[in-house]
């Protein structure tokens, strides 16, 4: 079974940080991408960063640019997603999701984790 697992959401203050996780399960990943996308109420999905499993370039969003930082582990098969300086529009349902570096399509969504910043 292909299962991708976020994990690290929660409630801070602006200014504060939080590392998400996303355990990446169920094949071969060595031909995919893992990206980082959010969805706040009201608004469409957003791409946040991305990155290849095999190591290459990362490429993340304007918006966080410079605050966020997309990373992996391959020994334990786990990306993460480390957000600095968060402010109150970070706030949303955070996801990781799978797709094929050929395609850039992604083809498999973890069930997101929530990441909620008071001002």
């Known amino acids: 079974q292909v299962q991708l697992v976020e994990s690290g959401g929660g409630l801070v203050q602006a200014g504060g940080s939080l590392r998400l996780s996303c355990a990446a399960s169920?094949?071969?990943?060595?031909?995919?991408?893992m990206g980082w996308f959010r969805q706040a109420p009201g608004k469409e999905r957003e791409f946040i960063a991305a990155m290849r499993w095999s190591g290459g370039s990362t490429y993340y969003a304007d918006s966080v640019k410079g605050r966020f930082t997309a990373s992996g582990d391959v020994a334990k098969n786990t990306v993460y997603l480390q957000m600095n300086s968060l402010k109150p529009e970070d706030t949303a349902v955070y996801y990781c999701a799978a797709g094929l570096a050929t395609t850039l399509t992604y083809d498999y969504w973890g069930q997101g984790t929530q990441v909620t910043v008071s001002s």
């Open positions: 169920g094949r071969t990943w060595s031909d995919y991408i």
